[in-house]
């Protein structure tokens, strides 16, 4: 506020307070702790507080963030204050920013996720502020959280196999933040040697997406459980990272040998077709790779027989 007056000024030691000097005027310009405005050479100007901002929007942008925004509906403003509440109902209001004039958007940042805050603007100058906005509220978003369908993978398998043993674990996000920068690690191997056994993938590096866990028995030995550690991990995750643990149970290999005995019954085998009938009277054979007949032996049959017979020609 400015308030411009004349008035009859006289000092102690003015002319006039001698009586030298009577009916002189002088100007005096009063002023607030805001500012004068104009000059003390124009006591009718007038400058006002600027027209109050309108229109104002808060969105959340993640679980830390908000972007405010209005419409500037002056001219003659030196900028825009942004107040800000928590909670509801509000408390611990504060100024959280101020911008320059003509600007009309402030990123609220390093806010608690999940959590309600309320958004007042004003505009100022050097002759006031304006009214301010009405309240607008927003609830920042959930963090990024990993969720998995399973917190092991278990295998069982034969010792010596080449080819893995697979499980498929799911990644999820439990949260509104995106969940990104995936990885997965195996470590912890127990026993520590052979390592190497476990490998983990990843389908994306961003959630939804899948762990691939191939577990290989072609180096471990039978009677022993191994287990390995494996931590997936995740940027900007608040429960990053988690720990799975794989672990496989290893079976004795299989017999590549086929052995056959007569006891009383004699069992039909098949090779490619052809079909021949192992000798009774108790006879012992085994057939041993490489096979005398190409291709896969299959069990067909097992049927009673008195008579040891071969179509092949071939003695068993």
């Given at each position: 506020?400015?308030?411009n ?70 001219t ?60 607008v509220?927003?609830?920042?978003l ?14 069982t398998a ?7 043993q ?18 997965a ?17 990843l ?5 939804p997406?899948?762990l ?23 940027d900007?995750?608040f ?5 799975i ?44 790779p ?22 092949s020609?071939?003695?068993?």
């Open positions: 506020m400015r308030l007056s004349r008035a009859l000024l006289t000092r102690p030691d003015s002319p006039a307070s001698r009586g030298e000097l009577s009916g002189v005027m002088y100007t005096v310009l009063v002023c607030s702790i805001i500012g004068c405005g104009g000059d003390a050479t124009d006591p009718d100007e007038d400058l006002r507080p600027p027209a109050a901002p309108t229109g104002l929007q808060a969105t959340a942008l993640s679980s830390s963030r908000i972007r405010v925004s209005w419409t500037d509906n002056s003659d403003e030196e900028g825009f204050k942004i107040y800000r509440e928590a909670g509801n109902p509000p408390v611990s209001g504060r100024i959280v920013g101020q911008m320059g004039e003509n600007v009309t958007t402030h990123d609220d940042v390093n806010l608690s996720p999940e959590v309600i805050y309320t958004y007042r603007v004003f505009a100022f100058n050097s002759a006031g502020t304006s009214d301010t906005t009405p309240g509220a927003t609830t920042t959930r963090q990024a959280e990993l969720v998995l369908s399973a917190d092991s993978g278990i295998f034969r010792e010596g196999l080449t080819a893995p697979v499980d498929t674990i799911s990644i999820a996000n439990g949260g509104d933040d995106p969940l990104t920068g995936l990885r690690t195996v470590s912890n191997y127990w026993p520590v040697s052979p390592s190497g056994w476990l490998v983990a993938g389908d994306t590096g961003v959630a997406s899948s691939v866990l191939r577990a290989y028995s072609t180096e471990l030995t039978s009677g022993i459980r191994y287990r390995a550690d494996v931590e997936i991990a995740a900007g995750v429960n990053s990272p988690l720990t643990t794989a672990s496989i149970n290893v079976l004795p290999a299989v017999d590549s040998r086929l052995s056959l005995q007569y006891s009383p019954y004699a069992i039909a085998i098949s090779t490619q077709g052809t079909v021949f009938v192992a000798a009774g009277g108790g006879r012992f054979f085994q057939i041993d490489p096979y005398t007949y190409p291709g896969p032996i299959t069990i067909i049959g097992i049927r009673p027989t008195t008579v040891a017979s071969n179509p020609g071939t003695t068993a």
